[in-house]
């Protein structure tokens, strides 16, 4: 099996995001925004449930979210950015009642956090319909960092951000392929 891969092209980022809008998929649509903007493993991801992200009563969105990572058992605390925001509200919209119990990405009955096969068939089968391969779950939060990468932001944070013993683990993790090493050559062109 292939490693999974970030999604590296912006252009189809946004396709994947339109591939469940057009299929009225807001569930789906919300897990991969969420997904792509909080660099969580996808097991962490699943367990998010309402009242961590959305203050009922107040009716508006926390400005982080705290968990535990399962993996790790760190605490981290993440922003909730707009397009995190909007793809929930459209989930919110679509779901009905919401409970602070309730997990965001729920099976149809609602009772249930989505499981993480589920998760991996939503994600991979819509990419591939999109005409890209070797993505699942853990490309979510490798397009993360992958992007944050390109934007310039340094290494050494996004290590941190996932917890990585070295920089070099880091590199690797991001799928950093020599195209974007020669890319660094031509545009400097001093």
């Known amino acids: 099996m292939a490693t999974t891969q970030p999604i590296r092209s912006k252009k189809k980022i946004e396709e994947l995001k339109e591939y469940f809008l057009q299929k009225n998929e807001m569930r789906n649509y919300a897990l991969v925004v969420t997904g792509i903007n909080l660099p969580l493993r996808i ?14 009563k107040r009716e508006r969105y926390m400005t982080h979210i705290v968990l535990t990572e399962k993996k790790t058992g760190k605490k981290n605390m993440l922003p909730l950015n707009d397009k995190i925001q909007s793809a929930l509200d459209l989930l919110r919209d679509s779901t009905g009642n ?25 994600i991979h089968n819509a990419a591939e ?4 391969q070797n993505i699942g779950c853990h490309s979510l939060r490798k397009t993360f960092g992958y992007h944050a990468w390109k934007n310039g932001v340094h290494l050494a944070l996004i290590m941190s951000i996932y917890n990585h013993s ?25």
């Open 129 to 132: 319909s999109i005409g890209l």
């Open 166 to 190: 070295s920089v070099h683990v880091t590199r690797r993790y991001l799928g950093i392929e020599q195209d974007d090493k020669d890319n660094v050559f031509y545009s400097l062109n001093l």
């Open 43 to 56: 097991s962490d991801l699943l367990s998010i449930k309402w009242g961590q992200v959305y203050d009922i």
């Open 98 to 122: 919401i409970s602070n119990d309730m997990y965001v990405f729920h099976t149809l009955d609602g009772e249930k956090p989505l499981s993480r096969i589920s998760a991996y068939l939503i």
